[in-house]
């Protein structure tokens, strides 16, 4: 029988290993039998926490979407509520933040993306956080601009972060997080700049 409060640790533990087991070996080649390996523990153990594989993958993204969010979340809690600009800086910010950009990570990520196309709850997954970054654009947008400025300019924002986010995960270097975020910023100044012209 497994100590009490031993649950949530053994799933931690699972989930930093199949982040390092997709950073070693690639999603396809992170068996559970692998992963179970780096864990340190029986394959059974996985399945009892979490089914299968893609249960487990479900799980680690939950866990870098959590992240995701809290590191967005620590940015903006310092913020002045009525101060539009920064709140957008902040999700730019979180969104390269070391928690999303590490190896393990964008690798995990990019893994996560390519599986969702075929996994209906990856897919539901994906659409929660592309539709959080969207709304949470938005909805700053929206205190400077119009709506129908608003929108595209979220959209255009959201799509910029994912292309810089994928554009530095597939140079297989480091992620330049800073010159990532300067040129988010650029485009932000841009669309700021079209409130306080009028257009």
């Known amino acids: 029988m497994p100590k009490v409060g031993m649950q949530p640790i053994r799933r931690s533990q699972l989930i ?5 087991a997709v950073d070693q070996v690639g999603m396809s080649d992170a068996s559970i039998a692998y992963i179970a390996r780096i864990a340190g523990v029986s394959t059974g153990i996985i ?3 979490f089914q299968d594989k893609n249960g487990l993958l479900e799980a680690t993204m939950r866990h870098l979407m959590t992240e995701l969010n809290s590191a967005i979340r620590a940015r903006r809690d310092t913020l002045p509520i009525d101060d539009p600009e920064a709140h957008l800086r902040a999700i730019i910010e979180g969104n390269f933040d070391d928690s ?3 190896g393990p990570a964008m690798k995990t990520w990019l893994a996560f993306w390519a599986s969702s196309m075929h996994h209906p709850n990856l897919r539901r997954l994906q659409r929660i956080n592309d ?3 969207y709304s949470n654009l938005c909805g700053q947008f929206r205190k400077v601009l119009p709506q129908e400025q608003a929108r595209p300019a979220a959209r255009g924002l959201a799509a910029l972060i994912d292309g810089l986010w994928l554009r530095g995960a597939l140079t297989g270097q480091e992620f330049d997080s800073r010159n990532a975020a300067r040129i988010a910023f650029d485009y932000l100044a841009f669309q700021l700049g079209k409130a306080g ?3």
């Not at 930093?16 to 390092?20: E, G, K, M, R, S």
């Open 16 to 20: 930093a290993a199949t982040l390092d």
């Open 131 to 133: 539709h959080r970054l």
């Open 197 to 199: 012209a009028g257009d």
């Open 100 to 102: 999303q950009v590490s």
């Open 47 to 49: 399945s009892h926490y």
